[in-house]
């Protein structure tokens, strides 16, 4: 008899949500890419505010994990470049903070954070903050996208109208 071959599965392959961890000190970036990357999280490493601006310019991010305390430019200055340009105000930053004083959280939130932990931070803490915050930007972006439809249907029957002749109409 003929072999039947087994059933030649799909391979479906799901994008990998980028995140991008920002931070001077190496150690800390290991730490978070050991956390994030076995739970099927791509993370981009950047050393420093400009770095990170930069990698932003060329890849799409989903969401940016951004140390305050950075020698070159803050984190706070970062977040506010982010959250200035339209391209990005949309991907939402988690600040970490080593100091957990209310002017500093003030701060950031000025700057357009949307969430912070301290250092010591506890990794399913962290991991659910990511969760909830790309689920938030995940229904952003339908939003906007459901919006943008809507206005393209309401030009789209507006300029219909426009060309409405009741004579012609068949």
Do not use: W
Request: hydrophobic share 50%; proline share 4%; aromatic share 6%.
């Amino acid at each position: 008899g003929v072999g039947a071959f087994p059933p030649v599965e799909a391979t479906m392959t799901v994008a990998k949500l980028k995140v991008l961890c920002v931070d001077d000190e190496p150690l800390n970036l290991m730490v978070l890419e050991a956390l994030l990357s076995p739970r099927g999280y791509d993370v981009i490493r950047a050393g420093g505010g400009a770095a990170a601006l930069a990698l932003m310019e060329e890849r799409a991010v989903d969401i940016v994990l951004l140390d305050v305390m950075m020698p070159e430019m803050t984190g706070f200055e970062v977040c506010r470049r982010i959250k200035d340009d339209a391209r990005f105000r949309n991907v939402p930053v988690i600040m970490i903070t080593a100091l957990a004083s209310r002017g500093d959280r003030i701060q950031g939130i000025e700057a357009g954070a949307e969430d912070f932990l301290s250092k010591l931070f506890d990794h399913a803490e962290v991991l659910a903050r990511i969760q909830m915050l790309l689920k938030v930007k995940d229904l952003n972006d339908e939003l906007r996208n459901a919006y943008s439809n809507i206005t393209n249907f309401t030009a789209y029957g507006e300029d219909l109208i426009k060309t409405f002749n009741p004579a012609t109409f068949d």
